[in-house]
């Protein structure tokens, strides 16, 4: 059965079909979910309907038509009526064949539990420990922070080239200069720095235009093995990948501020990055000094370069390599050639390249390999979604943010994107509908003119941000227990919305919550609506579409249900009050209070966009 048939499956039975109140409608599971008979069945019930399908002969195979399907399982089952059992039938006669067999009866039961189980692990929102900055003694900006899987160790390093040694409880364990031969130049800084698992060593890129290699197996302060100069343009970012079935295949790719692509390709990475020196074995610890003029000429044999300049002179801002597409992905904040594939075709050595073109540019991307996407930070508030090989427009547009998105990473195991914008807002996105499950608009710092390093630890369920030195985590919580949990602080109001069906609900926290009517589950949550203030009232618009707040500093903010704020207004006019309750009318929106006045009218034109 394919997977768009298996789509079919949780829409109700088809066209013709009879409901269980004989309406002569088409039900849906959004309709009765509880009540499908499908989701009724116990294990006994399913031996019972195999019974019925065993064959007297070995190889015979028992079908069944809807009348006799109908009439059979009612009695071999002993509950549920004809017309529940039709109903049972219709979805799983996907191809409208007339009969249906065990076959196709367990397909689709197998299906709609695995769609049922995707689904619900794609709507799952994370809860989140308190915002924590962590002690460092970085004094410049942080370029990296990387998790050593051998060794289960943090690194981080800071444009200074302090490099920090973590331990996996996250407490800081020691610090020291990553050394080069220039590091008594005033300007040398750190631009970059990735680990090379699969050989124990880590590259740093400096902006002296070289990348040096260091060793994390010796003792004491890591030291320098090889020293790659002679680049033509400063290199400002860097990606490692290496084949987990054969580790002597890796690839170090980096991008430069001429607009240059560049990616060595290493053949026998556990022997040798580089050719050594002939007399190299008299001085094991001696750094080899290696020419960017000698790669590119072919004289190291356990290596070689690809290259290409569709950038045309604009600062590479993030380079990676995808095993999956075989391509080697870059991106800009130009809005021509904004996002670059060139495509390695092994068997061809120039490569082949395709782009995007985004609005205004970008600031970031990522891609995920299973769902084929690659998602964009969009200097123009947008996040958007590609198709690798659709180059001329996205598929998919998430809209929420209100400021510059400077980062994006995937959750990966349950489908979901990280976005994290200019103002400090950091969102949660379910990829399959396209919607943001959460919002968290902490005061990250107090900072507005900072750099931001953004990753997410997804085996350890650890969350990143640097402004400039500072170093924060947000921590998920454990989710052993399964349990939904309700809100941190009291509760404060809670409505339905019909046409969701869900219920919102909010605390004095200055959290919005979503819930599913039928399952009890949180769906999504906003935090910081009102900053630090409590949100005393909640409202829904005649159409149900926008989400009003009140808060206890005296506005009134309207929502749509990706938590975008599309107005803010004031009512209290000459200092903070107590908003108790709002009332939409057809241009007007009544607020009344606590203090001395008792209600406020505020017009309501243009809400809707």
């Not at 039975?13 to 409901?19: D, E, I, Y």
């Not at 800071?158 to 409880?169: A, M, P, R, T």
């Not at 390093?453 to 650890?462: M, S």
Request: hydrophobic letters at 40%; one cysteine or more.
């Amino acid at each position: 059965m394919s997977y768009q048939n298996a789509l079919e499956l949780n829409k109700g039975p088809q066209l013709g079909s009879k409901s269980p109140r004989g309406t002569g409608s088409v039900a849906t599971d959004e309709d009765h979910h509880p009540a499908l008979l499908e989701n009724q069945l116990c294990v006994g019930d399913f031996l019972k309907i195999q019974s019925a399908f065993e064959p007297s002969e070995p190889c015979q195979t028992i079908c069944m038509s809807r009348e006799e399907f109908m009439q059979r399982m009612t009695e071999i089952v002993g509950w549920g009526t004809k017309e529940e059992y039709g109903e049972f039938f219709d979805k799983v006669d996907v191809a409208q064949d007339g009969f249906i067999n065990w076959d196709k009866l367990t397909s689709f039961m197998l299906l709609a539990l695995h769609e049922n189980d995707e689904r619900a692990k794609a709507t799952v929102v994370p809860q989140w420990k308190d915002f924590e900055l962590l002690p460092t003694k970085h004094k410049d900006i942080i370029q990296k922070v990387i998790f050593l899987k051998s060794s289960s160790r943090y690194l981080t390093i800071s444009k200074e080239g302090l490099l920090g040694v973590w331990g996996e409880n996250l407490k800081l364990q020691e610090t020291f200069p990553i050394t080069s031969d220039a590091t008594k130049l005033k300007h040398l800084w750190v631009t970059s720095m990735v680990s090379l698992e699969n050989i124990n060593k880590i590259a740093v890129a400096f902006t002296s235009k070289e990348i040096c290699f260091y060793d994390l197996l010796s003792k004491g302060e890591f030291p320098c093995q090889y020293k790659l100069q002679g680049l033509k343009g400063t290199p400002i970012c860097m990606e490692y990948w290496y084949d987990v079935l054969d580790a002597n295949e890796s690839i170090l790719s980096f991008g430069d501020i001429t607009g240059k692509v560049q990616a060595i390709v290493f053949t026998m990475a556990l022997i040798s990055l580089f050719e050594r020196p002939a007399n190299a074995h008299e001085d094991e610890e001696a750094t080899v000094t290696i020419n960017w003029a000698e790669l590119l000429s072919g004289y190291h044999k356990c290596c070689y370069i690809l290259q290409h300049n569709l950038h045309h002179g604009d600062w590479v801002r993030q380079v990676t390599y995808s095993a999956s597409l075989d391509a080697i992905i870059s991106s800009t904040t130009n809005n021509t050639n904004t996002v670059v594939l060139a495509w390695r075709e092994k068997s061809k050595k120039p490569l082949k390249m395709t782009s995007f073109n985004v609005a205004e540019g970008i600031h970031a991307f990522d891609y995920h390999s299973r769902l084929n996407l690659i998602a964009t930070a969009g200097i123009n508030n947008k996040v958007c979604l590609w198709n690798p090989y659709v180059v001329s427009k996205p598929v998919g547009v998430l809209w929420g943010h209100s400021a510059s998105v400077i980062a994006v990473q995937f959750f990966a195991a349950r489908k979901q994107l990280f976005s994290f914008s200019k103002d400090k807002v950091l969102r949660l996105w379910d990829i399959q509908h396209q919607l943001s499950i959460q919002r968290i608009a902490c005061s990250f710092s107090k900072s507005q003119d900072f750099r931001c390093l953004f990753h997410f630890d997804e085996a350890h369920g650890r969350l990143f941000i640097s402004f400039n030195n500072q170093l924060g985590r947000l921590a998920m919580k454990s989710e052993a227990g399964k349990r939904v949990k309700s809100h941190k602080k009291a509760v404060t109001c809670v409505l339905y919305n019909s046409v969701l069906k869900q219920v919102i609900s909010c605390d004095e926290g200055s959290t919005v919550a979503f819930w599913m009517i039928d399952t009890g589950q949180k769906i999504k949550q906003f935090t910081g609506c009102h900053g630090n203030a409590e949100i005393s009232t909640m409202a829904l618009d005649a159409n149900e579409t926008r989400l009003l707040t009140g808060s206890t500093d005296g506005t009134v903010k309207v929502w749509d249900f990706n938590g975008y704020c599309h107005h803010t207004l004031n009512v209290g006019q000459e200092g903070a009050v107590d908003i108790s309750q709002i009332l939409v009318l057809k241009k007007t929106i009544l607020v009344t209070g606590w203090e001395r006045w008792t209600l406020g009218l505020l017009p309501y034109f243009g809400y809707y966009k």
